[in-house]
Nanobody
């Protein structure tokens, strides 16, 4: 069993940056693939970024070059650095974990709002 707690969301102007953090507890963090999903109002939840236990990374096309996912296994934490934010990035962002894909455990979500 894995518990996930996100932090770092908030309100930011277009072009700004935020860093989301997700602290994991309850199991061996390093063996899990970790992901960040987001869900905007009226839309389906989509996978934004994933980092495997071996460090392989993938992004959805809409965030490539702007978002960076990373993990610190010593701190049981995964991060999502979001730069050049756009209004269309507004959503609730969820941290996830699983093996082999990050869909087994979920955090409670953190709101990101990009608006002037």
């Amino acid at each position: 069993q894995v518990q996930l707690v996100e932090s770092g969301g908030g309100l930011v102007q277009p072009g700004g940056s935020l860093r989301l953090s997700c602290l994991a507890s309850g199991s061996i963090f390093s063996i899990y693939a970790m992901g960040w999903y987001r869900q905007a109002p009226g839309k389906q939840r989509e996978l934004v970024a994933v980092i495997t236990s071996g460090g392989n990374i993938n992004y959805v096309d809409s965030v490539k070059g702007r978002f960076t996912i990373s993990r610190d296994n010593a701190k049981n934490t995964v991060y999502l650095q979001m730069n050049s934010l756009k209004p269309e990035d507004t959503a609730v962002y969820y941290c996830s974990a699983g093996r082999p894909v990050p869909r087994e455990y979920w955090g409670q979500g953190t709101q990101v709002t990009v608006s002037s």
